[in-house]
Nanobody
Framework: QVQLVQSGGGLVQAGDSLRLSCAAS????????MAWFRQAPGKEREFVAA?????AVKGRFTISRDNAKNTVYLQMNSLKPEDTAVYYC???????????????WGQGTQVTVSS
């Protein structure tokens, strides 16, 4: 089992920046690919970004990881109201799978961008 605990959401204004964090425990963090998803009201959950165990990245915004801290980050700059959503971190042993159907999920954190 992998436990993922998120932090860093909140209310910001359009144009602001925000960094989300996701701390992992339970397994060897460096073995896992990590990802971020988001779900806006009335919409389906969508992929945001992913990072492999070796640091390869894909998606929008800036994803990074600190294996020494067992933490993955999502840096979001120039936020827009349409970025308002619940953001979820996720983990999977497979870099291809983590962006589609990850095995483990965080609890979600609300990001609200006001205009």
């Amino acid at each position: 089992q992998v436990q993922l605990v998120q932090s860093g959401g909140g209310l910001v204004q359009a144009g602001d920046s925000l960094r989300l964090s996701c701390a992992a425990s339970g397994r060897t963090f460096s073995n896992y690919a990590m990802a971020w998803f988001r779900q806006a009201p009335g919409k389906e959950r969508e992929f945001v970004a992913a990072i492999s165990w070796s640091g390869a990245v894909k998606g929008r915004f800036t994803i990074s990881r600190d294996n020494a801290k067992n933490t993955v980050y999502l840096q979001m700059n120039s936020l827009k109201p349409e970025d308002t959503a619940v953001y979820y971190c996720a983990a999977d042993l497979s870099y291809s799978t983590v962006a589609v159907a990850p095995r483990y999920w965080g609890q979600g954190t609300q990001v609200t961008v006001s205009s």
